[in-house]
C-alpha cells in the first residue's frame, strides 16, 4: 500500500491540527523548567488540548500496551515514547516532547527539543545538529523527490558531525490515521524508495544518538533508550508535498524556516 493523496477538503483539516500541535508546544515551552515534573508537563498538556482545543490527545491509549499519558516526554538518554512521569526536571537535561492532536477526524505530529537551565556545549550541539538535519530533508522535498534521497541527506549530515541515527523508529505517513504509508526512514541510499507525490502528508523525525546507534525497549515496553546510555535527540514536523515543493503544517513562530517551501 501507497501512499494516501489528500483532497483539498482533508488538507485544509491536516492544516488545523497541525496548527493546533505547533500551538500545543507554544503553549508548554514557559513550562519546560527545571523542577517541573514531566507529568505536570503532560497533565498541562492535556488539559491544553482537551478544554482548549476541543482535539484529542492521539497517544492517550494508543497502541499495546495502551499508551498511558496524553504526550511524550523523552528525557537524555530516552531517545522516543518516554512516558511522563513524577520526575523532576533538572539543570542541564535534554527533553523532547511529542505532541500528536487529532481535530476533525486528521492528525497533527510535531516534536521539539528543550534544553533545561544552563546548556552544556555537548547538548546543544546535538540538539542544534539534529533540528539542522531535519530542516535539510524538508527543504529537498517536492514531487519527484525519494524517500532514500531524504534519508541519505539526514545521514550523511548527522554522521558529519560523528553522531548516528536511530534505525528502529521513523516518520510516517499521516491523516485519519496516525501512523500510515510511507515509513519515512532517516537513512538510506539516493535514488530509492517511495517517489513523493503532490497531496501526499507525512512527518519527517529524525533521532540522532550522541553516541552509538543502538537502542533498547525498557519493561515499560515503549520507553526506548540507547543502549549505551548516550544522550538522544528528536525534532518531527507533520509535512504536505504541494506542486512544488512543500509546506510545514506543525511549523510555529519561532523556527527559522518558511512554512511554504516553493523549488
Ligand atoms: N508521536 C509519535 C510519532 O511521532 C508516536 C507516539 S506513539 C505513543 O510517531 F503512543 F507513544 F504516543
Ligand atoms: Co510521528
Ligand atoms: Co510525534
Not at 539542522?132 to 519527484?144: Q, T
Amino acid at each position: 500500500m501507497g501512499a494516501i493523496i489528500k483532497t483539498a477538503d482533508e488538507i485544509e483539516k491536516m492544516r488545523i491540527a497541525g496548527r493546533l500541535a505547533a500551538d500545543v508546544l507554544n503553549m508548554i515551552t514557559p513550562h519546560v523548567v527545571k523542577g517541573v515534573t514531566t507529568d505536570e508537563l503532560n497533565t498541562l498538556c492535556h488539559d491544553y488540548i482537551v478544554n482548549q482545543q476541543d482535539a484529542i490527545p492521539a497517544p492517550l491509549n494508543y497502541g499495546h500496551p495502551p499508551f498511558p499519558k496524553s504526550v511524550c516526554t523523552s528525557v537524555n538518554h530516552v531517545i522516543c515514547h518516554g512516558i511522563p512521569s513524577d520526575k523532576k526536571l533538572k539543570d542541564g537535561d535534554i527533553i523532547n516532547i511529542d505532541v500528536t492532536v487529532k481535530k476533525d477526524g486528521y492528525h497533527g505530529d510535531t516534536s521539539k527539543m528543550f534544553i533545561v537551565g544552563k546548556p552544556t556545549i555537548l547538548a546543544e550541539r546535538l540538539v542544534r545538529v539534529t533540528q539542522e538535519s531535519l530542516y535539510k530533508a524538508i527543504r529537498m522535498v517536492k514531487p519527484g523527490v525519494r524517500l532514500g534521497d531524504l534519508g541519505h541527506a539526514i545521514q550523511q549530515y548527522a554522521e558529519s558531525h560523528d553522531y548516528s541515527i536511530v534505525r528502529e523508529y521513523c516518520g510516517h505517513g499521516i491523516g485519519a490515521t496516525f501512523h500510515e504509508d510511507p515509513q519515512v526512514v532517516h537513512y538510506g541510499r539516493p535514488n530509492t524508495g517511495d517517489v513523493l507525490e503532490a497531496g501526499m502528508c507525512f512527518t519527517i523525525e529524525p533521532m540522532v544518538n550522541a553516541g552509538k546507534r543502538y537502542s533498547k525497549i525498557l519493561p515499560d515496553q515503549w520507553t526506548v533508550v540507547t543502549k549505551d546510555r548516550s544522550l538522544s535527540a528528536q525534532w518531527e514536523h507533520t509535512l504536505l508535498v504541494t506542486d512544488n515543493g512543500v509546506e510545514i503544517l506543525t511549523l510555529r513562530d519561532e523556527e527559522d524556516i518558511e512554512r511554504v517551501i516553493e523549488h
